[in-house]
């Protein structure tokens, strides 16, 4: 594990910008990337640099987040959940990968242990899935495994589901359920999607979309509602409904998404990045309608913190107010 000083920040000024209107990104030399945020803090690229920190603090640069002379291969930051940055140390040669938490506004780091590559962190523990007889046909079931979160090198893990085989295409958890979507490949070449919640204490897996040849590559779970993307002859489209059963809604999107924009779920809202002449923008979708917020110019990543989404563009963190008015607030400066 690598180890580096920390860099200096500067205390964040906290600006409001008009509703409706976007807010000024400090020119830039390099691409600024959120990679995630919490009620926590947040953790933003820059040019190979990794800052963390609290919203309205002074962000820091973590070393032991970027690539070295050693190892020019970057650690992976799979986003933040409470205080904790969860990332990891890519195994060589399809070996485990060495998982850590990082607290996000301290720096300090715990080692949890090895396992097989992480597809999610909750908070309380890591999941991965492993397929236990790769050359079978038809594929056997993927086992859905939790490892918890501890300091023991062993990290021993419990069997959470075993979930219907294919290949993923995308997953996410939260502390009590995860949303899993994958595709079975047909003998004439084609392919049929499905997407499925598994419920992360019982096992029980609930199909949400079952058997779609639309292309399923978007999941997100959170604010007691999960969200999906079907992308076919009927165009790309947003679907939603709350864990407890509700009808499915859709949004059929016009635009297009930015280059790997995923969704996030915040106050029961969908939001994920359009692109337009002026570049990425917000798009907030409830039910079947949808508002667009311009962004600062260059704006790249989206998280929630809770109450926002929140993204990144130029020398600051900017959030966006999932609920009411779309004022673009900068709350922490990047150094």
Do not use: C, K
């Not at 933003?44 to 973590?62: C, Y």
């Not at 940055?85 to 850590?100: C, K, M, P, Q, R």
């Not at 919640?197 to 604010?223: F, K």
């Not at 917020?293 to 704006?299: E, I, M, R, Y």
């Amino acid at each position: 594990m690598r180890r580096g000083l920390l860099g200096a920040a500067v205390v964040a000024a906290l600006v409001v910008a008009g509703a409706g209107q976007p807010a000024q990104a400090a020119p830039a030399a390099a691409q600024v990337t959120l990679l995630g945020a919490s009620e926590g803090g947040v953790v933003v690229s820059r040019a190979g640099q990794v800052f963390t920190g609290a919203e309205g603090a002074a962000l820091v640069r973590r070393p032991e987040l970027e690539s070295s002379l050693l190892d020019d291969q970057a650690p992976t930051v799979l986003g933040v959940a409470g205080n904790s940055v969860a990332w990891y140390e890519n195994g060589l040669f399809g070996s485990t990968d060495i998982v850590h938490r990082m607290d996000v506004r301290t720096g300090a780091d715990v080692v949890d242990g090895t396992m097989t590559t992480p597809l999610a962190f909750t908070g309380t523990a890591w999941y991965s899935d492993i397929l236990t007889e790769v050359d079978a046909v038809p594929p056997p079931p993927i086992t859905l495994r939790q490892y918890p979160v501890q300091a023991d090198p062993s990290l021993p893990f419990t069997t959470v589901a075993a979930m219907p085989g294919g290949t993923a295409t995308a997953f996410a958890a939260d502390r009590d359920t995860a949303v899993r979507a994958w595709y079975e490949q047909n003998a004439d070449g084609s392919r049929t999607y499905r997407v499925a919640l598994i419920d992360l204490s019982t096992g029980l897996i609930t199909s949400l979309a079952e058997g779609t040849p639309d292309a399923i590559t978007r999941v997100a779970i959170g604010s007691g509602a999960v969200a999906w993307t079907t992308e076919g002859v009927d165009g790309l489209q947003i679907h939603r409904r709350t864990l407890a059963d509700a009808p499915v809604t859709t949004f059929v999107e016009t635009g297009t998404l930015v280059a790997g924009a995923e969704l996030v779920l915040s106050q029961g809202r969908i939001g994920y990045l359009v692109s337009s002449p002026q570049g990425a923008q917000l798009r907030l979708v409830t039910g079947s309608t949808s508002r667009t917020v311009a962004l600062p110019t260059g704006s790249a990543g989206l998280a929630s913190d809770g109450p926002n989404f929140v993204t990144a563009a130029g020398a600051w963190v900017y959030a966006v107010p999932a609920v009411g008015v779309a004022q673009i607030r900068r709350v922490a400066r990047i150094p």
